[in-house]
């Protein structure tokens, strides 16, 4: 036998032996109903279908299709269905999900009150949530549990950009413009404790209903109010509406919106001519590296749009989630859940991300300002970078945390 065969044969016996040794300590596999299904639970049909909606499903689809469709040796299942923005239907659909068709793992979750809904639910049956569409930081303070994480961004981190970026530059009188619910009461307070922390004043704030056909009442009193911003505290199709709106009624000649979270699919909706100029602050953006684009030029083969940052945060989710069971054996959400609060996590979204014991995943988030049209190169070229918001100062302290999880 000569030595290169010897040397081959060595090589391959020391590989079994590790892989053998790596089964042994991770134990026997053990997956329920030895499928691992991931539910993406998202709007499918209303005012926030742009941003979640099919997209998401499409993101979770290309995390399980990159995994090799299986986990374990396991089949990966993805699910999905519209929670039509209702708190009750949700709730009511994850529990079948749970109950019935064995989910494991839920995605998504746009809107606040649906995701505060589930969160409930999955605590209850021992399941996951990996939010990456709702933003009340509610699910990090008073409403966490063990078996949620809050992927890709949150009131605070959008307070904390836009706000202070917006006060920074002379903004320092607000009005907000705020949806009546979970998302734009945590988003209009959070705006406000920055706006005021950073020497500026609130001068009032009403509340619109989700979905609102007219905003005409609301932006006289945003323009009697006489502030120099006003803070948009709502999301999606309100967004688009609301700034449409205070466009055709003037408002925007003698006061400066500030969007406090607004997407891509808004700007490319709007047009730049509509939105040059503002500052928006988003957990991840399809240009920002080589990486990214590679990414979203898939998605984009498939969708026929550029991908929000909630559809990156479903990929992402999704492939930290996958990783997880691999590397614990399970679907077990106990173990999962440990697994994910001990690693370090890097994929296309973001690099060292870590999961605290809020159930805040960490990570950098950034500060954009909408290009002019002469600026743009082309379609979805829409923003110039203008801070990195590291990790450790993007999102709400642990000391801060009113999460009862948290051991003082």
Request: aromatic share 8%; glycine share 8%.
């Amino acid at each position: 036998m000569n030595r290169t065969r010897i040397c081959a044969l060595s090589c391959a016996a020391v590989f079994v032996a590790c892989a053998a040794a790596a089964m042994a300590q991770q134990g026997p596999v053990k997956i329920s109903d030895n499928v691992v299904r991931i539910g993406v639970l998202t709007d499918m049909s209303g005012l926030y279908s742009d941003i979640g909606g099919q997209g998401s499903v499409v993101a979770a689809q290309m995390a399980v299709d990159d995994f090799g469709g299986k986990v374990l040796g396991k089949k990966v299942d993805v699910v999905a269905t519209d929670h039509q923005n209702k708190a009750d239907v949700a709730a009511q659909k994850v529990r079948e999900w749970i109950d019935r068709g064995g989910v494991d793992m839920i995605t998504d979750a746009l809107n606040s009150a649906v995701a505060l809904a589930t969160s409930k639910v999955v605590a209850e049956k021992k399941r996951i949530l990996m939010d990456t569409g709702a933003a009340s930081t509610r699910l990090t303070n008073e409403d966490c549990t063990r078996y949620t994480i809050h992927h890709t961004y949150d009131t605070f981190a959008l307070a904390n950009g836009t706000g202070r970026a917006v006060v920074k530059q002379g903004g320092d009188s607000w009005f907000f413009l705020t949806a009546d619910y979970a998302f734009g009461h945590s988003l209009e307070q959070d705006t406000m404790n920055v706006v005021k922390e950073n020497g500026g004043k609130v001068l009032g704030a009403v509340r619109h209903p989700l979905s609102a056909s007219d905003f005409s009442s609301f932006l006289l009193q945003a323009q009697a109010s006489k502030a120099k911003i006003v803070g948009l505290a709502n999301a999606g199709g309100d967004t688009i509406n609301s700034i449409k709106a205070a466009n055709e009624f003037g408002l925007t000649k003698t006061q400066t919106l500030a969007g406090l979270l607004v997407f891509v699919s808004d700007i490319h909706s709007l047009g730049l001519q509509a939105t040059q100029g503002m500052y928006v602050t988003e957990a991840w953006y399809w240009d920002l590296n080589d990486q990214t684009r590679k990414w979203s030029k898939r998605f984009f083969d498939k969708t026929k749009r550029m991908p929000t940052m909630i559809h990156a945060g479903v990929y992402s989710a999704t492939t930290m989630y996958l990783n997880a069971v691999k590397a614990t054996g399970t679907d077990d959400a106990d173990a999962v859940m440990s697994w994910m609060r001990a690693s370090k996590h890097s994929d296309m979204f973001g690099t060292n991300m870590t999961l605290r014991e809020d159930g805040r995943l960490v990570h950098d988030m950034y500060l954009f300002q909408v290009k002019k049209p002469s600026e743009s190169k082309g379609p979805w070229d829409y923003y110039h970078l203008r801070e990195t918001i590291a990790a450790d100062h993007a999102f709400q302290p642990l000391s801060k945390s009113r999460c009862p999880l948290i051991n003082r």
